[in-house]
């Protein structure tokens, strides 16, 4: 059974920095699609990072191009996502999500379309205040 435990969520004021991580237990990830997806109250989820653990592919959502950095260890069998100038905006629940194999396809927004994958942390809150 897959598990995705996030960590590192926080309240934080403008122009800050978080560092979110998610770890796999139960499934040793290597050549398959990990990604980061954020909902806001009142709006749907929507992709913001992914990246493919078998090399150094990654997709961001045009919002946080820039600010925004998607990282793997698979050693740890982990993602992270650095955040950085960090906008009220960017509040939300933050959740990271797995599919095996390699990313398919993105969103209008240019970050990962969430029909493409299985599975989901039950999410982390990410609080940016002005």
């Known amino acids: 059974q897959v598990q995705l435990e996030e960590a590192g969520g926080d309240s934080v004021q403008a122009g800050g920095a978080l560092r979110l991580s998610c770890k796999s237990v139960?499934?040793?990830?290597?050549?398959?699609?990990m990604a980061w997806f954020r909902q806001a109250p009142g709006k749907e989820r929507e992709g913001v990072a992914s990246?493919?653990?078998?090399?150094?592919?990654?997709w961001y959502a045009d919002s946080v191009k820039g600010r925004f950095t998607i990282s793997h260890d698979n050693s740890d069998y982990s993602v992270y996502l650095q955040m950085s100038n960090l906008k009220p905006e960017d509040t939300g629940m933050y959740f990271c999500?797995?599919?095996?194999?390699?990313?398919?396809?993105?969103?209008?927004?240019?970050?990962?379309?969430?029909?493409?994958?299985?599975?989901w942390g039950q999410g982390i809150q990410v609080t940016v205040s002005s």
């Open positions: 990246t493919y653990t078998a090399g150094d592919n990654t």
């Open positions: 999500a797995a599919n095996f194999g390699v990313c398919q396809g993105t969103d209008y927004n240019g970050g990962p379309d969430r029909r493409f994958f299985s599975y």
């Open positions: 139960g499934y040793r990830f290597n050549s398959d699609c």
